[in-house]
């Protein structure tokens, strides 16, 4: 916009918004607070979230809170105005309000009168003598109603991974954006996808097997950023899960004793591998039954139930570490007579 920026400066409780006013005198020695750093507006049904890192160590100390302003762009626009015309939202003391994951955040119900405007919004810090630092970035709003969420929302899982499906909401243009979260966490500021998707599906990997996710979908209008997000979708939960066996072992060999067979094999490479089940058939028996178990890094196993002169068949799977193991196809059989 062309015209002056006028600054906003506080001063014993003075707020200084007009164009061309000089503002006010400040000794070179005073240090006024910076500028706040990743100032956001999110905007979700009927609410919207203003939210900045919150202060921490030095800084708690030096400021007494932050102001909130906004703009009406358009308004100005229509009055011929060249000057920001800054008006005064909201105070956020940062000792009372709510902080999450370290961030400030004041949450405000949206004003219909809002509607169709172009708002900018930006947050300055006050020092405890009333001095207002330096203004933050600023954030566009172009109002205008959430749509509809998204419904019918499943998750199947997968070997480290959760795919997504949804329904559009009907007769709306919208894209997505979808969120996580795990245990009881509340679900984050941002979403999992930093690009808003056109379709309704989606999948994420790199998941850790046999944790729950939660997962919820959010319709977006077509401005932004910042997004004008609809209210959450139907929560669904789903547990990622390791469905690939590991190869089955190599290099059977069963020698006879007294009384005994020892069975040994090669050692499988799967770094996910728990162990090896041992499986043993005779020649009355149609299905080779279970014997025994070894746990990594065992490659070996003795089989001392056994009968002298009875013709033994052998066989060797082997298992990993998912919550519901999976096992992989019996090795070679390899057959001996005990002695």
């Not at 919150?54 to 932050?66: L, M, N, Q, T, V």
């Not at 329904?167 to 984050?188: C, D, N």
Request: glycine share 8%.
């Amino acid at each position: 916009m062309a015209g002056c920026r006028v600054g906003v400066f506080l001063l014993l409780g003075l707020l200084w918004t007009a164009c061309g006013v000089k503002t006010p005198l400040v000794s070179p020695d005073l240090e006024l607070p910076k500028a706040v750093g990743g100032f956001e507006v999110i905007i979700r049904g009927k609410t919207v979230l203003f939210t900045w890192p919150a202060p921490d160590g030095k800084h708690r100390e030096e400021i007494s809170g932050y102001r909130l302003f906004y703009e009406d762009l358009l308004a100005d626009r229509q009055r011929g105005c060249n000057c920001r015309r800054f008006h005064d939202l909201a105070f956020v003391d940062p000792v009372s309000s709510e902080i999450v994951d370290g961030r400030l955040q004041l949450k405000l119900d949206i004003d219909p009168v809002w509607m169709g405007k172009l708002y900018s919004y930006l947050v300055v810090p006050v020092s405890r003598k009333g001095f207002a630092g330096a203004e933050s970035e600023e954030e566009v709003v172009l109002w205008e109603p959430s749509p509809p969420p998204p419904s019918s929302l499943t998750a199947v899982p997968g070997d480290r991974t959760a795919t997504l499906q949804w329904k559009s909401p009907p007769g709306e243009s919208v894209r997505y954006l979808v969120y996580r979260r795990s245990g009881k966490a509340a679900f984050p500021l941002h979403p999992v996808n930093a690009v808003p998707l056109g379709k309704p599906h989606f999948e994420e990997g790199g998941l850790r097997n046999g944790t729950t996710y939660h997962y919820a979908v959010r319709s977006i209008a077509a401005g932004g950023p910042p997004w004008i997000e609809s209210v959450s979708s139907p929560e669904v939960s789903v547990i990622p899960l390791d469905r690939k066996a590991p190869a089955s072992p190599i290099g059977i060999e069963a020698i006879a004793g007294p009384g005994r067979v020892r069975l040994f094999w090669e050692e499988n490479k799967e770094t996910d591998l728990a162990g090896y089940r041992v499986y043993r058939r005779t020649k009355k028996e149609k299905n080779a039954r279970f014997i025994g178990e070894v746990k990594t890094p065992g490659t070996a196993f003795t089989d001392s139930s056994v009968s002298a002169g009875v013709r033994y068949e052998y066989s060797v799977t082997a298992f990993d570490h998912a919550p519901e193991p999976n096992e992989s196809a019996p090795s070679r059989k390899v057959t001996v007579v005990a002695q």
